[in-house]
T-cell receptor
Framework: DAGITQSPRHKVTETGTPVTLRCHQT?????MYWYRQDPGHGLRLIHY???????DKGEVSDGYSVSRSKTEDFLLTLESATSSQTSVYFC?????????FGSGTRLTVV | GENVEQHPSTLSVQEGDSAVIKCTYS??????FPWYKQELGKGPQLIID?????GEKKDQRIAVTLNKTAKHFSLHITETQPEDSAVYFC???????????FGTGTRLQVTL
């Protein structure tokens, strides 16, 4: 989607390894979010940010950490990947209420 | 926290028919209700939204209705076309930091 990019698009990693997913925006939006999408669960919020260095937990934050050192970048880190973290991860940006989503990162933990 | 239920989980309609997807929510303070369409391999895209001071909103073949008393809102698609086939998500704006809570999604299939 215009203004928001996620990298990588696909990744396969081994159990126990650290993984970092990147979300980059060019819209200068204040709010950024990380969601995971799993069958039967819809989209669930992992972490979100309301400004540089201002982050908070969502409903499924265990095993994940985030960082936002610049307005444009929001990083999601799996400190030690587990098979339960196999999922599609979406980043979203917002200024007030309308979200714009990235194209997603498909992560497989083997 | 907010709880959003979405029904049905799958919906198959013939081209030209109407489709209706319903969502209920729990937090009476919620005031913004968007709908997203997700095509295969892509991120969700906003298709229509409604705020709590409005009961209905239309945009060509799609409409959303909101009943704040009953805490439910619905997406209506008329004259469905094959390109309407996708997964649709409802969402509710919750609390501070503009956080959206999503329903579990409805897979709509429009058959010829």
């Amino acid at each position: 989607d215009a203004g928001i990019t996620q990298s990588p698009r696909h990744k396969v990693t081994e159990t126990g390894t650290p993984v970092t997913l990147r979300c980059h925006q060019t819209e200068n939006h204040r709010y950024m979010y990380w969601y995971r999408q799993d069958p039967g669960h819809g989209l669930r919020l992992i972490h979100y940010s309301y400004g540089v260095k201002d982050t908070d937990k969502g409903e499924v934050s265990d095993g994940y950490s985030v960082s936002r050192s610049k307005t444009e970048d929001f990083l999601l880190t799996l400190e030690s990947a587990t098979s339960s973290q196999t999922s599609v991860y979406f980043c979203a940006i917002s200024e007030l209420d309308g979200y714009t989503f990235g194209s997603g990162t498909r992560l497989t933990v083997v | 926290g907010e709880n959003v239920e979405q029904h049905p989980s799958t919906l198959s309609v013939q081209e030209g028919d109407s489709a209706v997807i319903k969502c209920t929510y729990s937090d009476s303070a919620s005031n913004y209700f968007p709908w997203y369409k997700q095509e295969l391999g892509k991120g969700p895209q906003l298709i229509i939204d409604i705020r709590s001071n409005v009961g209905e909103k239309k945009d060509q073949r799609i409409a959303v209705t909101l009943n704040k008393t009953a805490k439910h809102f619905s997406l209506h698609i008329t004259e469905t076309q094959p390109e309407d086939s996708a997964v649709y998500f409802c969402a509710v704006l919750t609390g501070t930091a503009s956080k959206l809570t999503f329903g579990t999604g409805t897979r709509l299939q429009v058959t010829l």
